[in-house]
């Protein structure tokens, strides 16, 4: 038995939609029929959303980390109630407002009752339940500790989604300041300059070097603005389509690392996602290696993700974990220390945890200190810019009052 999602007609010609559960679309259609609706798309759930699309997802539904956060809080409240699986699936299904989440929790509950695993019936939207998701909750129905990892994989979603909003917070200001910035300059040079210097041509003198500078940039921009946004937009197409590459997406990711400021705050960040989610793997009794090889999976730098992977191989031949990630060189010293304490002590997932709270402090701190130094950079380049432009304009005024005078 699967879930369908349905479209049909009823007998005064109003649209219906919603989720029925049979073994065939054929099925499906006959409930339909007897309901007194004309079907006009019957389309099973799971597979609708495995099909491959093209081109951009910009516009696809998808699911966010809080909506993930909350289906996975809910499961864990039903759960921890010693209501049965399929029912707190159905339940929480029942509580979804939107049609794509409600569709495929009934797609889930619909394996559960065949006879499947929850983990592997979550197999079936791999883009919304990852590898870390599945593999805890395989961890949690072997153990029967569901509520408990459903509980801990609601923190840390919860976390994570916390985590992007204070990076997109941290970037929405200075970026709006820049974008500011540079539409109030180019204002400046294409419809303000251009009046004023107007004036300089009809008085038949000489014109500073400074002047004629800014002249020339004043009509390039004029001339080309269009072209130049236009050019900026291609270059961030073109960047993206390379970097679906692996080689070129691997030589970008080193590249990050080794940039002054980005290069620490991302590894910064994939080293506590690191650190977090081998935590929560190791405390729901998925066996160290395994936990290893998806921790590393759910990391974006390529560069370090192979770093792990080459780490996960020196514990699988013997190696201690501190050894093993001290060898990568990205993981700063004072985890290193950490995890050693916690290999020693037998808390090892505790120490981890730790040291991923440790390391968002940092993250946090260093965000702090770049916002405070990006805003007195800025205000001193757009005084430079400004003084340039009064200065551009200034001069061939001076320099006709000197004549006039003499």
Same mark, same amino acid.
């Given at each position: 038995?699967?879930?369908?999602?349905?479209?049909?007609?009823? *007998?005064?010609?109003?649209?219906?939609?919603?989720? +029925?559960?049979?073994?065939?679309?054929?099925?499906?259609?006959?409930?339909?029929?007897?309901?007194?609706?004309?079907?006009?798309?019957?389309?099973?759930?799971?597979?609708?959303?495995?099909?491959? #699309? !093209?081109?951009?997802?910009?516009? /696809?539904?998808?699911?966010? !980390?809080?909506?993930?956060?909350?289906?996975?809080?809910?499961? @864990?409240?039903?759960?921890?109630?010693?209501?049965?699986?399929? &029912?707190?699936?159905?339940?929480?299904?029942?509580?979804? &407002?939107? %049609?794509?989440?409600?569709?495929?929790?009934?797609?889930?509950?619909?394996?559960?009752?065949?006879?499947?695993?929850?983990?592997?019936?979550?197999?079936?939207?791999?883009?919304?339940?990852?590898? =870390?998701?599945?593999?805890?909750?395989?961890? *949690?129905?072997?153990?029967?500790?569901?509520?408990?990892?459903?509980? /801990?994989?609601?923190?840390?979603?919860?976390?994570?989604?916390?985590?992007?909003?204070?990076?997109?917070?941290? +970037?929405?200001?200075?970026?709006?300041? $820049?974008?500011? %910035?540079?539409?109030?300059?180019?204002?400046?040079?294409?419809?303000?300059?251009?009046?004023?210097? *107007?004036?300089?041509?009809?008085?038949?003198?000489?014109?500073?070097?400074?002047?004629?500078?800014?002249?020339?940039?004043?009509?390039? $921009?004029?001339?080309?603005?269009?072209?130049?946004?236009?050019?900026?937009?291609?270059?961030?197409?073109?960047?993206?389509?390379?970097?679906?590459?692996?080689?070129?997406?691997?030589?970008?990711?080193?590249?990050?690392?080794?940039?002054?400021?980005?290069?620490?705050?991302?590894?910064?960040?994939?080293?506590?996602?690191? @650190?977090?989610?081998?935590?929560? =793997?190791? !405390?729901?009794?998925?066996?160290?290696?395994?936990?290893?090889?998806?921790?590393?999976?759910?990391?974006?730098?390529?560069?370090?993700?192979?770093?792990?992977?080459?780490?996960?191989?020196?514990?699988?031949?013997?190696?201690?974990? /501190?050894?093993?990630?001290?060898?990568?060189?990205?993981?700063?010293?004072?985890?290193?220390?950490?995890?050693? #304490?916690? &290999?020693? #002590?037998?808390?090892?997932?505790?120490?981890?945890?730790?040291?991923?709270?440790?390391?968002?402090?940092?993250?946090? %701190?260093?965000?702090?200190? #770049?916002?405070?130094?990006?805003?007195? +950079?800025?205000?001193?380049?757009? @005084?430079?810019?400004?003084?340039?432009?009064?200065?551009?304009?200034?001069?061939?005024?001076?320099?006709?009052?000197?004549?006039?005078?003499?």
């Amino acid at each position: 038995m699967g879930a369908f999602s349905f479209k049909a007609l009823d *007998g005064k010609g109003n649209n219906k939609s919603g989720v +029925l559960e049979a073994d065939n679309a054929r099925q499906v259609r006959q409930q339909l029929r007897e309901q007194g609706l004309i079907p006009l798309e019957v389309e099973q759930v799971a597979e609708r959303d495995k099909r491959p #699309s !093209s081109g951009f997802n910009l516009f /696809r539904p998808k699911i966010s !980390s809080s909506e993930l956060a909350l289906l996975t809080r809910q499961m @864990a409240t039903l759960v921890e109630s010693a209501l049965p699986i399929e &029912e707190a699936l159905l339940a929480v299904a029942e509580q979804c &407002e939107k %049609a794509r989440l409600k569709n495929m929790m009934m797609a889930v509950r619909s394996k559960v009752v065949e006879g499947h695993s929850l983990a592997d019936a979550m197999a079936e939207f791999p883009t919304i339940f990852d590898n =870390l998701y599945r593999a805890m909750v395989a961890a *949690g129905e072997k153990s029967g500790h569901l509520d408990t990892v459903l509980n /801990r994989l609601a923190d840390y979603t919860e976390k994570r989604d916390q985590t992007r909003s204070q990076i997109i917070q941290a +970037l929405i200001y200075p970026s709006l300041m $820049l974008t500011i %910035a540079m539409l109030v300059v180019i204002a400046l040079l294409t419809q303000v300059v251009p009046k004023i210097v *107007g004036q300089f041509d009809t008085m038949g003198q000489d014109l500073p070097m400074i002047t004629k500078v800014m002249i020339a940039i004043s009509d390039w $921009l004029r001339d080309y603005v269009l072209f130049l946004f236009a050019a900026i937009v291609l270059l961030i197409i073109v960047i993206q389509r390379l970097l679906q590459h692996p080689a070129l997406r691997l030589k970008y990711h080193r590249l990050l690392l080794r940039l002054p400021l980005i290069g620490k705050v991302s590894r910064g960040l994939n080293t506590a996602r690191f @650190a977090r989610t081998l935590s929560i =793997l190791t !405390s729901s009794a998925v066996p160290l290696l395994e936990s290893m090889r998806i921790a590393g999976g759910v990391l974006e730098n390529l560069h370090i993700k192979n770093a792990l992977a080459d780490a996960a191989e020196r514990v699988k031949e013997g190696s201690s974990l /501190r050894a093993a990630l001290e060898k990568t060189k990205m993981f700063p010293p004072m985890m290193m220390h950490m995890i050693a #304490s916690g &290999e020693r #002590s037998g808390e090892l997932q505790q120490m981890l945890g730790r040291a991923a709270d440790n390391q968002d402090r940092e993250f946090e %701190a260093l965000i702090n200190v #770049s916002l405070k130094v990006f805003e007195p +950079l800025l205000i001193v380049g757009m @005084a430079g810019i400004v003084m340039f432009i009064v200065m551009a304009i200034l001069q061939p005024i001076l320099a006709l009052n000197q004549m006039v005078n003499i």
